[in-house]
């Protein structure tokens, strides 16, 4: 008789210790699209400082403008706000998507997932061991990305005090450094809901192309929703529509209630899909 007919677990074993956290790590970092996606990532704050430099440059007698791509070359901190704020509503979209949408989906591409569990890995376990690595890797793929802007910003366009998109007020460097982190801290909440949906169609599909372009369409469903003005008050509940409620932490008084907003609706549908996607997942007829 085999140890599930006789209730006894075989000798040695624990399914704690099944699938470690070291290892799933190291596996999903030698992946190609990994590595790609965060030389993209570190490669793009660069790629905007040569555009800048050698782009045309707005003549002498123009009134200054106050739109935040006009002030991205006016200091480090105005450059990293730039980068942030034209890479948040499709490129860490995609960057978190493919980490978490790749997470099941790609096991069952490979016909490797049946035989994970057959280790046998807890199924419960197996994916908060996955979502935890897929977050980790989301969680420094937006970190990194304004933190490289902020170099590569300062270092082409000097440490100078940032100023604010909108009303031209400036702020002292040292006093908004600190809110830096809070619009960092922000736009790691934001991202939760297309992590949540991108793992959750990762666990009903054996595509990890249809798990990420899913989670991405959606996203840009909820995009194109939320332009439409006749859904009123509605569209505060959708997910795209508290995106750049970041911007009021760079505001010369910060201003809590959209973060707070956007931060409550990210968290209520991130932990919807995911209860979603491991309810669903126990009782799923794995053969791939």
């Known amino acids: 008789m085999t140890p599930a007919t006789t209730g006894t677990a075989a000798p040695g074993y624990a399914p704690h210790r099944t699938l470690p956290l070291k290892v799933e790590i190291v596996r999903q970092f030698k992946r190609r699209r990994t590595l790609v996606m965060f030389g993209l990532l570190m490669a793009l704050p660069w790629i905007l400082v040569v555009a800048f430099q050698f782009g045309p440059q707005a003549s002498g007698d123009r009134q200054p403008s106050l739109r935040i791509s006009d002030l991205a070359s006016a200091s480090g901190l105005n450059f990293a706000a730039f980068v942030l704020s034209v890479s948040v509503s499709f490129l860490l979209v995609v960057a978190v998507a493919l980490f978490c949408g790749d997470t099941v989906a790609s096991e069952a591409n490979w016909s490797s997932l049946r035989y994970l569990l057959a280790a046998p890995v807890p199924r419960d376990r197996l994916l908060r061991q996955k979502l935890i690595v897929a977050l980790g890797y989301s969680a420094t793929a937006i970190i990194c990305l304004p933190l490289m802007a902020l170099l590569a910003g300062t270092l082409a366009f000097g440490w100078h005090d940032i100023q604010v998109p909108g009303t031209g007020e400036t702020i002292a460097a040292l006093d908004v450094l600190p809110r830096f982190g809070i619009v960092i801290g922000y736009a790691l909440v934001s991202q939760l809901v297309v992590a949540a949906l991108a793992f959750l169609i990762s666990t009903v ?73 491991f309810r669903r997942f126990r009782t799923k007829d794995v053969v791939s």
């Open 205 to 277: 599909t054996d595509s990890p192309l249809g798990a990420v372009g899913g989670a991405v369409g959606l996203w840009i469903v909820s995009t194109i929703l939320q332009a439409v003005e006749a859904l009123g008050s509605l569209r505060e509940f959708l997910p795209t529509f508290w995106n750049t409620a970041w911007l009021d932490a760079l505001a010369p008084e910060l201003d809590w209630s959209g973060m707070l907003k956007g931060a409550s609706v990210s968290v209520t549908y991130a932990a919807i899909l995911i209860a979603v996607a």
